[in-house]
């Protein structure tokens, strides 16, 4: 059965409207904090902000899409505003927090994302979500305090392996809140710890950008969560429509929070930072290029990014 949509659209408001966090930057201790969270997610046009099915996407794989997706989440580091500090002769990843209900969303062969520091948030008892996640990967251990209790953060390190690159760290979080403590403040010694790298070397695993990958109901809780820490918010939102101009059945919607004008259409300039790469003046192209929308024949659907800012 597909579910009511929500009245309204995720219309981006009006561009000239100051992002909220434009007067607040406050000092350097501070950054960390203020850290932007990026949000990203695909919804559907018609109906307005759907974004699940029975527990998988609503539509078929759409390479462009899935390309983006990729590429922003593995490849875009935080721009030089002074919003993250990196350390020399460190390897920088991004995380990618998400709901547990999206975790398993994932095909088992393609989780952890690869690449990223994977997050996964759930109200369970801390134990028993642990040990259920990392009995499915290969050659875990799992890290907890010093007196081996589960609080509200738990580490499955992959095991390191002679002369190959240490997989990504999956973390276990018991909500949002807990997630981005341990990520902000890089206070576990999941950041502070080395992994190996390509090279065979060990290197410092260090922070790049923060996103919230899904579902709706963590989408929610960073909106909220967000909002309750003044902290800036990008969402990369990638419109999606059937080439015929069908419905497409939905039963889960992106929350509609945009519509009391707290927002703003994110301009090419600001999306173009938010997709840099490191430091040589590139950033991740958007499916569509300039305007027009993405066809992707295979599927039947066309995609378009925007981005707007909270
Ligand atoms: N279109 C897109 O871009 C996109 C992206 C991601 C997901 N999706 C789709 O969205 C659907 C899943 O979304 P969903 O909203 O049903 O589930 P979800 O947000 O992925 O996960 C929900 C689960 O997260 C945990 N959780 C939620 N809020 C929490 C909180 N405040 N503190 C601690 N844990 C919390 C709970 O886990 P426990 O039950 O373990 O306690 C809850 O059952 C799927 O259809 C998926 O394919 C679409």
């Known amino acids: 059965m597909t ?3 929500p009245p309204t659209t995720l219309s981006p408001a009006s561009s000239t409207e100051l992002p909220l966090y434009a007067n607040e930057v406050g000092p350097e201790s501070d950054m960390a904090a203020r850290r932007p969270l990026y949000l990203i997610v ?5 109906p307005p902000l759907g974004i699940g099915l029975n527990g998988t996407l609503p539509w078929p794989p759409i390479k462009a899409d899935m390309d983006f997706f990729r590429k922003v989440t593995k490849d875009s580091r935080p721009s030089s505003d002074g919003s993250c500090l990196m350390r020399r002769q460190s390897k920088v990843m991004n995380a990618v927090i998400m709901g547990r209900k999206t975790w398993e969303s994932i095909p ?3 989780r952890p994302l690869a690449g990223r520091i994977n997050v996964v948030v759930t109200r369970q008892q801390m134990e ?3 040990t259920t996640i990392a009995r499915e990967l290969e050659d875990r251990e799992i890290e907890t305090d010093a007196d081996g ?3 509200s953060i738990a580490v499955i390190r992959a095991k390191s392996q002679e002369g190959r690159p240490t997989p990504p ?5 018991k909500g949002l809140e807990a997630a981005l403590d341990a990520l902000d403040g890089q206070s576990h010694s999941l950041l502070n710890g080395e992994a190996t790298g390509a090279d065979g070397n060990s290197e410092q695993l260090e922070l790049g950008n923060i996103f919230v990958i899904g579902g709706a109901q963590i989408y929610t809780a960073a909106l909220d969560l967000a909002k309750s820490q003044s902290r800036p ?3 990369l939102q990638t419109l999606v429509r059937r080439k015929d101009a069908g419905e ?3 039963d889960t919607f992106f929350p509609n929070v945009l519509d009391k004008g707290t927002g703003s259409a994110a301009d090419q300039d600001s999306l173009k930072q938010w997709l840099a790469t490191s430091g040589n003046n590139e950033s991740i192209a958007l499916p569509q290029g300039k305007q027009d929308w993405a066809v992707d024949e295979k599927s039947g659907f066309e995609v378009r990014v925007i981005g707007i800012e909270i």
């Open 3 to 5: 579910a009511t949509p």
């Open 42 to 46: 695909a919804t559907a046009t018609k």
């Open 108 to 110: 088992p062969k393609f």
């Open 128 to 130: 028993y979500a642990t």
């Open 149 to 151: 209790r589960f609080p």
């Open 169 to 173: 760290p999956v973390i276990i979080a």
């Open 233 to 235: 918010v990008r969402i």
């Open 248 to 250: 497409i059945p939905c």
